[in-house]
Each structure stands twice: as C-alpha cells, then as structure tokens.
C-alpha cells in the first residue's frame, strides 16, 4: 500500500528565529533522514518552498491565486511518499522522520499528516 505524508510547521514560529538557529536544527534532521530512507521503503521524499498557487475554475475560467491556502497558521513544508503493509506500519515508518524524532520540531508546530493513496502513476 502506498502512503503520502505531509509535514507542517508553523513558517512565522520558524522565521522569528534567529537563521543560525535554524540551521543549526535543520542539521539535526540529518541522522534521521538518513534512518528514514534506510528501511527503502520511500519512494519519494520532497521539500517545499513556500511560493504556492491555487487553480480553480469558476465560471468557465481558470483564476489562480496566491497562497499558501490552509485556514490555520500551519504550511506543508515537504512531502514524503513509501510502501507499508497497513496504517500501523506507516506511522512506524513515519515516526522515524526528524518531524516526530528533533525536539526542537514542537517549538514550531511540526507534524506529520499521513494518507493512503488510491491512485498513482509514474511516468517511470
């Protein structure tokens, strides 16, 4: 079965600090990226820049706006997408993300949203 992850924060936590700060706890997530992709379980792992567009037709006509979209302070800000047997085994898989494993993450509202796929196809 196949699972999409979306990891959020909240940007104006993480911007009211200090970059070094940041930078600092971004280098923490490494050791843990590292034990997330060793299972070899994911097939695809993304981080996203916080420029978006919204598309929506409405009367016929394409408008497009500009975001982010979500109703609260949270921003997806990566993606991740693997194989596990069942909903368990997928939040095993993502506990071990550094979303859930670098303390530092609660500070700024980090959390994994995970959903199993109906459809996907690749272009492989």
């Given at each position: 079965m196949i699972f999409l992850c979306m990891g959020y924060y909240n940007p104006e936590k993480m911007d009211a600090r200090p970059r070094t700060e940041i930078e600092a706890i971004m280098s923490e997530?490494?050791?843990?990226?590292?034990?997330f992709y060793d299972n070899g379980e994911?097939?695809?792992?993304?981080?996203?820049?916080t420029e978006?567009?919204?598309?929506?037709r409405v009367d016929g006509t394409v408008i497009v706006t500009d975001g982010p979209f979500t109703e609260t302070k949270e921003m997806i800000g990566s993606i991740f997408i693997f194989e596990a047997e069942n909903m368990d085994e997928a939040i095993q898989l993502a506990s071990l993300h550094p979303t859930t494993q670098v303390s530092k993450?609660?500070?700024?509202?980090?959390?994994?949203?995970?959903?199993?796929?109906?459809?996907?196809?690749?272009?492989?």
């Open positions: 997530c490494q050791p843990h990226i590292e034990k994911v097939l695809l792992d993304a981080g996203l820049d978006s567009k919204s598309l929506r993450g609660e500070e700024f509202g980090w959390r994994i949203e995970i959903r199993p796929v109906h459809y996907l196809k690749t272009n492989k």
